[in-house]
């Protein structure tokens, strides 16, 4: 699927995929499907409770967990950060685009590894991550700097 990005071996995060992509991530052996977007944002091709149904008839697990800049905050990173654990691997994990997908899964690699702020922004772009929301950015860097060990 274009757009996507993997992380590492447990998590790849990209673009909201279509009815059949999400088949495609089952049959490529992907075990959940987590989305970000909220119910109430434009051009969604699949809304959430659709989408749910579509994967769980894929034999995956989801998990949706509605992320907007509007609604960020710290409770939803530690909701997703205490689920993620329980997940089964591999995971793809989606918003609009993949960038709110990719700061929330960076934001929980960088805690616990223990990297600070910066040092999880100079991360994300190496890998290729770009952000023009200032507001996330920051966001992503005050979370880590104040969750980190």
């Known amino acids: 699927m274009e757009g996507t990005m993997k992380i590492n071996e447990e998590v790849t995060v990209g673009p909201q995929p279509n009815h059949k992509e999400i088949y495609e991530f089952g049959k490529n052996g992907f075990k ?35 992320v907007s800049m509007n609604s960020l905050d710290e409770s939803l990173v530690d909701q997703f950060r205490e ?3 329980a997940l089964p691997k591999p995971i793809f994990a989606h918003c609009k685009s993949g960038k709110r997908a990719g700061a929330m899964v960076m934001m929980d690699l960088a805690v616990k590894q223990g ?18 929301k ?16």
């Open 83 to 85: 689920q993620y654990e």
């Open 115 to 132: 990297m600070s702020g910066e040092q999880t922004l100079q991360k994300a772009e190496e890998m290729g991550f770009e952000c023009e």
């Open 32 to 66: 959940t499907i987590v989305n970000f977007r909220a119910p109430h944002e434009k051009d969604q091709p699949i809304n959430p409770q659709a989408e749910e149904q579509i994967v769980k008839g894929a034999d995956m697990e989801y998990l949706h967990i509605p």
């Open 134 to 149: 200032p507001e996330l950015i920051e966001f992503v860097k005050k979370y880590v700097d104040t969750h980190s060990n």
